[in-house]
């Protein structure tokens, strides 16, 4: 069974350092692995995603994630954090044919 | 570029009462989906739809029906609602099943229960 745990639902960085927001995920198979990110009352937009190409993705707004097999993580991080930054994001885990497991979210906080 | 649009996007109705949520996408997919957001337990699947004519039920579907009449809309209905019901609820469409193909999602409506 799939699932993915996002390791802080809390993260507080100031503005200009870097971001990093943890996820673990469990897959029998190859996933595929999503971040998506969730202004206040707003949908979700994707960030970026992993699909068994290159290891480290880059996404967009700066921010990039790397997937590491031997340790089923999927973190991301960002070299220097904007206030407009402030969200909630989420670590998605899905497998072909199947729906997407969403972990429970992490909200970033970036004070000046 | 309109995407998905969700309507209506704030709701409040009595325990009891019956609504319908509508979802529209423009880009032609064929897969739609249905989801809650509460908080601390992010997003869980109610329904979705592989095709037009076409509804499955996903994690947590009791109490919600769904119609797929044509293949841009996505309709989710309530019954008769409960408290339990008061959420934030998300459409989001895909070309595809396949793992890669990522979601596109509205805005959401807001609906309490009361």
């Known amino acids: 069974a799939q699932s993915v745990t996002q390791l802080d639902s809390h993260v507080s960085v100031s503005e200009g350092t870097p971001v990093l927001l943890r996820c673990n995920y469990s897959s029998s198979y190859s996933p595929s692995l999503f971040w998506y990110v969730q202004h206040p009352n707003k949908g979700l937009q994707l960030l970026l995603k992993y699909t068994s190409a290159a290891t480290l993705v880059k996404g967009i707004n700066g921010f990039e994630a790397e997937f590491k097999k031997s340790e089923t993580s999927f973190h991301l991080t960002k070299p220097s954090a904007h206030m407009s930054d402030a969200a909630e994001y989420f670590c998605v885990v899905s497998q072909a044919g199947t729906a997407l497991i969403f972990g429970k979210g992490t909200t970033l906080s970036v004070s000046s | 570029n309109a995407g998905v649009t969700q309507t209506p996007k704030f709701r409040v109705l009595k325990t009891g009462q019956s609504m319908t949520l509508l979802c529209a996408q423009d880009m032609n997919h064929e897969y739609m989906y249905w989801y809650r957001q509460d908080p601390g337990m992010g997003l869980r699947l109610i329904h979705y739809?592989?095709?037009?004519?076409?509804?499955a039920k996903g994690e947590v579907p009791d109490g919600y029906n769904v119609s797929r009449l044509k293949k841009q809309n996505f309709l989710l209905g309530l019954e008769s609602a409960a408290p339990s019901q008061t959420s934030v609820y998300f459409c989001?469409?895909?070309?595809?099943?396949?793992?890669?193909?990522?979601?596109?999602f509205g805005d959401g409506t807001r609906l309490s229960i009361l």
């Open positions: 739809s592989v095709g037009e004519g076409t509804t």
């Open positions: 989001a469409s895909s070309y595809s099943a396949q793992g890669y193909q990522p979601q596109h």
